[in-house]
């Protein structure tokens, strides 16, 4: 008797240390103020085995928060309020059991529309599109934000002829895969600010290392970097081309750019998102505008992309995507059709297909998978 109930204990254990590897948390981050009627925040329960999912929570009246980003403990998240000259960022409590968000508090963006956000144990910092600035918030024990400690406002332009570089416009803030910098893409001025981070200070938390130009028109939107922290790759909004670069100390030295849509391919491209396998063997990004396609890229062991295909997003408008943490799926917001795309993902090309499973939600962008 002893004996079988030591056998099911282990069962048990082993069923339950299953299923907490293969159901994670996927938070959905909306637009609010369109006609489709987002509600908030969306949290559902995503199955890595079968790419099924389930509602378990909503975090409502919170306005337009289009990115999200989780503490490094998976206890708070944070999220921008893109609303205009009135946008603010937003502090939860974080319940990854239920998926539940609990408002804690928020501050002034100190910026027009925020665009992006990222967190660790010290500080929350974002990207003001609108106000061509980023801002560093101090986090508090209790999970809530501090008004700004820091302010760094950008002031140039670039070329564009539609009117998109006629100021600063700072459209993301990312950690480097040391800790010791922030990356931050000015699509406005057709630059990357390296800043050297100093997390515990208060007024000095970010202080300029380098500035680099890229392609005199091309808005340099989000940039990725390879899981063993030697490369990096930078898409570009306007022409959605790809730049890779040696990263090492706070340097990117350009190695190579790669075009995502054909040469004869017409119309407004608008790239907006990009992102490396967990293994590091592939590439994926995505465009908008008149294409509205994925691109894949497999990466050499030089740091070299190597196309591999173009697929299209099945919706409109593909803001953002993710790849579950599996890697067996590749989910993709598409903003004006109202849905997220669920793809296979075979991890031996990169080759993605449809899996014909979507999850119907208004106006989402950010996907940001926990557990």
Known sequence: MKKYNLLLLLMSISFAALAQ????????????NTPAKSEGIYTYNFNTLTSSTKLKSIAKNVANPSFIAIS????????????????????????????????????????????????????????????GSLAVFKRKADGSLNTAALIIKHSGKSIDPKGRQQSAHVHMVKFTPDRK?????????????????????????????NVLKTTPGSGPRHITFSPNGK???????????????????????????????????????????????????????????????????????????????????????PRNFSIDPSGKFLLVANQYTNDVVIFKRNKLTGKLTDSGKKIEVAAPVNLVFTK
Do not use: W
Request: some cysteine; glycine content about 10%.
């Open 181 to 209: 910098f922030l990356i931050c893409n000015d699509l406005g001025e057709d630059q990357i600010y390296i800043y050297s981070y100093f997390p515990k200070s208060n007024k000095k938390t970010l202080s300029i290392k």
């Open 21 to 32: 590897q293969t159901n994670y948390n996927l938070l959905i981050g909306t637009y609010t």
């Open 72 to 131: 490094p403990d998976k206890k708070f998240a944070y999220s921008v309020n893109e609303t205009g000259s009135t946008s603010t960022v937003s502090a939860f409590k974080y319940n990854s059991v239920n998926g539940k968000l609990t408002f804690l508090n928020k501050v002034e963006s100190e910026g027009a529309d925020p665009c992006y956000i990222t967190a660790d144990n010290d500080n929350v910092i974002v990207a003001n599109y609108s106000g």
């Open 231 to 317: 490369f990096a790759y930078l898409a570009h909004e306007f022409n959605g081309s790809i730049t890779g670069y040696f990263y090492a100390n706070g340097s990117l030295n350009k190695i190579q750019e790669i075009g995502t849509t054909p040469k004869e391919f017409e119309g407004r491209i608008d790239g907006a998102d990009i992102h490396v396998s967990a293994d590091g063997k592939f590439l994926y990004e995505t465009n908008r505008g008149d294409a509205n396609t994925i691109s894949v890229f497999s990466i050499l062991s030089t740091g070299i992309l190597r196309f591999v295909e173009t697929v299209s997003t099945l919706g409109k408008g």
